[in-house]
């Protein structure tokens, strides 16, 4: 959605000038209704009235041959009111109010053939009053001073001033003696005290400056609105980048996961006060896009617009980061100022695809059987007898998904002390996996004459892993087994599994699978309801799910960061979630889904980003992101209609003959259209037919792409508009019909629907 602070309009204007364009200096009767302005060709010596016309013809008058050919030149005007507001000037202050223009007549534009200055004053005392304008390129030129003055001291005492100030006015004089008794005083077109021809030549964008001041005491007023009419060559070229194919949101930069489409759309327009053609070559583009479409010849006024794409974001032409592209067109003509080579850019951001998260997956010791990715908060000792006694510590649950590790030995640390009974002890300690695949010892390590105290005391172990047992696949488990080898039972090993603060006894995986945000998508509507969707209302609710999975299962997922960027790369939200919406789905036990509800604001139109991290363990160490996009926009839903009969001459038709209603509706808007409801009222000439659409009242084609519509069932009328059931066929008491659409219309769709009526 654009806003445009200046007004614009058009208008033709003539000029008197030594060559160009001309006027009559009295009217021709013998040409009515022709053109004031021409260019003209004079071949000989002598003078002679120029007649205007509105093609090129050759008119001889006298010893003269003139060459007749219309070439009427546009001017554009600019204005501002300050909001409404206008600008107060104040009473007998030689500082002078400043009403300002801002003139922006292209992307490229040449120097300025002619300009008008409107002003429309609001004031008591007009006589008190100095004007004069200011160009971009600081050229000036004095519009009046103090009408009535001398001839009066004060002096004009009427009111109100609007007034065209040209160069070119039909009335030849200034308002320097005028005073009229009206409201406003004065007004209509007129010189300016010094000439605006000062400004010919001159740079057209940028901001023009009307400043008036008031000379005398007791009358103050307003200047209401200030105008600037430019005549000059002007082109602009709009390079759009977006993800739909007609970049209704009209985008110069874009940020994007890899993987999106993307489009660019290039528009060139006329916006100036002649005519120009785009030869053929006259277009380039460092994509690499073909814009050949945008050569050719352009009115005042005209604009063509090609697309390109789509491009896969992160692949070659747009690459992962940041990266620009410029378009540049060369439009020529015979006007001057022609060529003009205006440029422009756009740029997309790819963001990275997430590489896979890898870390230290540590496994606690529980009490005296458990291993477990959650630490242990109260100390469980565990007694191993001698003579091979041994204690057993297993994973539960067993791996929701495939684990891969990159150990060629695994760390483990375990908290032991002994008894009173000799100071070493032999064990052995056993990593080994059941219940998948592979299944058997992972790795086994021996420990003789191992010095323990009576004290816990952290040891730390390396147990080498066997070949072929890097990975684990889903349902395995996972056991340390340690067994006291000493050769006297009494000799006992105690293990002891945390000491609740700072230190545990546990076994550490270098993995490679961990947490994974799989997938993050935008819908409609909170879980488990609602459509996927890629575009908001604004002021609507997003519902943002993130899909996380972990190894050991979704209760190793502790968290999920949701971070919401606007159209212009900047953080509108970040919030935590630890509790998802669903955990454990029947179908995959390493799933966790998180959402978070965001209310969108009415700013902000255009592409928006997403990003969800997701957290695991209590360790904080380990994490995965992975980002999508959304569109805030507006939906914009059109009905075509068509009939069609069986007759091909006469499109007339008879009683009893059969109408067929096409009706093709479109979104073109940028966000999606919910509650479709699609409203006919039937002629009452017209029997409605309620079971010609192989046995329904309406037939349904959906677009490519898709619309995500479907049909719903249809509500009657009668002709009285009260609610009604219809008979089957051909009824004539159907008054209307309403059918509601079931889903989301998506922007840039469109379905068709038929029904069948017959004549009465």
């Not at 300009?115 to 429309?120: A, E, G, K, S």
């Not at 979704?554 to 998802?580: H, M």
């Not at 073109?668 to 029997?687: D, N, P, Q, R």
Request: proline content about 5%.
């Amino acid at each position: 959605m654009m806003f445009h602070i200046a007004s614009r309009m058009r208008y033709r204007k003539e000029k008197n000038r030594e060559s160009g364009s001309y006027r009559p200096s009295d009217a021709l009767t013998f040409f009515p209704g022709m053109a004031d302005t021409f260019s003209w060709l004079k071949e000989g010596c002598c003078h002679a009235r120029i007649v205007p016309v509105l093609s090129s013809r050759v008119l001889a008058i006298g010893a003269c041959l003139l060459l007749l050919t219309s070439t009427p030149a546009e001017a554009v005007q600019f204005c501002n009111t300050n909001g409404g507001a206008g600008w107060a000037i104040p009473d007998n202050d030689p500082t002078p109010t400043t009403a300002t223009v801002t003139v922006a007549m292209g992307t490229a534009v040449g120097p300025i053939q002619d300009v008008n200055i409107t002003t429309n004053i609001t004031h008591t005392y007009v006589g008190d009053l100095y004007a004069a304008a200011r160009s971009p390129s600081a050229a000036s030129a004095v519009l009046f001073d103090r009408p009535g003055v001398p001839a009066a001291t004060f002096g004009c005492n009427g009111a109100n001033l609007q007034v065209l100030f040209d160069d070119e006015a039909g009335t030849a004089t200034t308002i320097e003696n005028l005073c009229g008794g009206g409201n406003p005083s004065i007004s209509g077109t007129y010189l300016p005290n010094t000439t605006l021809t000062a400004m010919d030549g001159g740079t057209v964008n940028g901001i023009w400056n009307i400043d008036v001041t008031d000379n005398a005491a007791a009358d103050t007023g307003t200047i209401d609105n200030v105008c600037v009419d430019v005549q000059a060559a002007a082109i602009t070229l709009i390079r759009y980048v977006s993800t739909f194919a007609n970049c209704s949101d009209q985008l110069a930069s874009l940020t994007v996961p890899s993987g999106t489409n993307v489009y660019y759309c290039y528009t060139v327009t006329n916006s100036g006060s002649y005519a120009f053609t785009i030869d053929s070559g006259g277009t380039a583009d460092d994509l690499g896009a073909d814009i050949s479409g945008l050569e050719g010849s352009y009115a005042v006024g005209a604009s063509v617009t090609v697309t390109s794409g789509p491009y896969v974001a992160g692949g070659s032409a747009l690459p992962v980061g940041t990266t620009g592209y410029t378009a540049q067109v060369t439009a020529s003509g015979v006007a001057t100022g022609l060529p003009l080579t205006p440029t422009a850019a756009a740029s997309v951001t790819v963001l990275a695809a997430p590489v896979a998260a890898a870390g230290n997956k540590p496994l606690y010791l529980t009490g005296s059987t458990g291993l477990s990715r959650t630490k242990p908060t109260t100390t469980t000792q565990t007694t191993i007898n001698g003579a091979n006694a041994l204690q057993k510590w297993t994973l539960q649950p067993t791996l929701a998904k495939k684990l891969d590790f990159t150990n060629a030995s695994i760390p483990v640390v375990l908290r032991l002390s002994r008894n009173n009974g000799g100071t070493t002890r032999n064990f052995t300690l056993q990593l080994a996996t059941a219940g998948g695949t592979p299944a058997g010892p992972i790795g086994t390590l021996s420990v003789t004459n191992y010095t323990l105290t009576t004290t816990a005391t952290e040891y730390a172990f390396s147990i080498p892993v066997n070949a072929g047992f890097n990975s684990l696949s889903l349902a395995s488990d996972i056991t340390l087994t340690l067994t006291n080898t000493t050769g006297a039972a009494n000799r006992r090993i105690l293990v002891d599994d945390t000491n609740t603060t700072t230190s545990y006894s546990q076994l550490s995986l270098d993995a490679t699978t961990v947490i994974n945000v799989g997938s993050v998508a935008t819908y409609s509507a909170a879980y488990n309801g609602g459509a996927a969707i890629s575009s908001i209302a604004p002021g609507a609710t997003i519902y943002i799910r993130g899909t996380i999975s972990d190894p050991f299962g979704d209760y190793d997922v502790t968290s999920a960061q949701f971070d919401i960027r606007d159209n212009l790369g900047v953080l509108q939200s970040t919030v935590v979630q630890t509790v998802p919406v669903t955990e454990l789905p029947s179908n995959d036990p390493a799933l966790a889904i998180f959402e978070y509800a965001y209310p969108v604001p009415v700013t902000g139109l255009g592409n928006w980003t997403v990003s969800v991290t997701g957290f695991e363990g209590s360790e904080g160490t380990v994490s995965h992101s992975w980002s999508t996009s959304f569109v805030v926009g507006i939906p914009n839903v059109t009905v075509l209609k068509s009939a069609a009969t069986p007759r091909t001459v006469n499109t007339l038709v008879n009683s009893g003959e059969n109408i067929t209603y096409t009706l093709l509706i479109s979104n073109s808007g940028t966000g999606y259209a919910s509650s479709v409801t699609i409203s006919e009222a039937i002629s009452v000439f017209l029997k409605f037919c309620t079971n010609c659409q192989a046995g329904q009242a309406f037939s349904f084609t959906d677009g490519s792409p898709v619309s995500g519509l479907s049909l719903g069932t249809p509500t009657y009328t009668d002709r009285l508009a009260a609610p009604y059931i219809p008979a089957a066929g051909y009824d004539a008491n159907v008054g209307g019909v309403a059918l509601p659409m079931t889903g989301f219309m998506a922007p840039g769709t469109s379905f068709t629907l038929i029904y069948q009526a017959q004549t009465q």
